[in-house]
Antibody, heavy 121, light 108 residues
Framework: EVHLAESGGGLVQPGGSLRLSCAAS????????MHWVRQAPGKGLVWVSR????????NYADSVKGRFTISRDNAKNTLYLQMNSLRAEDTAVYYC??????????????WGQGTLVTVSS | DIQLTQSPSSLSASVGDRVTITCRAS??????LNWYQQKPGQAPKLLIC???SLQSGVPSRFSGSGSGTDFTLTISSLQPEDFATYYC??????????FGPGTKVDIK
């Protein structure tokens, strides 16, 4: 069974940094584009970032562009999200998500359990 | 950017009821529309991709339809385990992958 396990969340002060990791198992990690999706407490889902299968191409939501960096290590089956210059509005549960494309349609088929990031002084 | 709206934002229903949730896109997205279910304290789960393709393992009481700008998720006979929040998502205008605001289904 596919398993995605996030780690690295916690409490950080505004302006601080945090690095999230997502360890993948039981699927061909290196074949999948990977994403981060976040959810503020009591709010909806928001796409944050994606990386292609070999790590050579990345995209970001405007709200995190220039502050967050997504990367991956296919040898370690691990996805990362480096978050700098954190703001209170970045407080959320961050989900690691794998994507599959069928008939040209992208969909998010596997989700981790999420890791909570709290930005507060 | 493509905006998604969902209606209703919440609904109360009884076990056995037929439930329909609507998702509307701000512009045509063909069939690039997915549906997810999220229960409290859990990660979202993919139910339907490409507007109408049921994900493996998802009960057949769930169905999706639509194309262009208007889409529906239908639960033919609501079960106790279906009380959750449902989100639509577009994957037409990548890489934004925007989600709808969600529809909460709770017990009447």
């Amino acid at each position: 069974e596919v398993h995605l396990a996030e780690s690295g969340g916690g409490l950080v002060q505004p302006g601080g940094s945090l690095r999230l990791s997502c360890a993948a198992s039981a699927f061909t990690f290196s074949s999948h584009w990977m994403h981060w999706v976040r959810q503020a407490p009591g709010k909806g889902l928001v796409w944050v970032s994606r990386v292609n299968s070999d790590g050579s191409s990345t995209n970001y939501a405007d709200s995190v562009k220039g502050r967050f960096t997504i990367s991956r290590d296919n040898a370690k089956n691990t996805l990362y999200l480096q978050m700098n210059s954190l703001r209170a509005e970045d407080t959320a549960v961050y989900y690691c998500v794998s994507a599959t494309i069928t008939g040209g349609v992208n969909y998010f088929d596997y989700w981790g359990q999420g890791t909570l990031v709290t930005v507060s002084s | 950017d493509i905006q998604l709206t969902q209606s209703p934002s919440s609904l109360s229903a009884s076990v056995g009821d037929r439930v329909t949730i609507t998702c509307r896109a701000s512009q045509s997205i063909s069939n690039y529309l997915n549906w997810y279910q999220q229960k409290p304290g859990q990660a979202p789960k993919l139910l339907i991709c490409a507007a109408s393709s049921l994900q493996s393992g998802v009960p057949s009481r769930f169905s999706g339809s639509g194309s262009g700008t208007d889409f529906t998720l239908t639960i033919s006979s609501l079960q106790p385990e279906d009380f959750a929040t449902y989100y639509c998502q577009q994957s037409y205008s990548t890489p934004s992958f925007s989600f709808g605001p969600g529809t909460k289904v709770d017990i009447k």
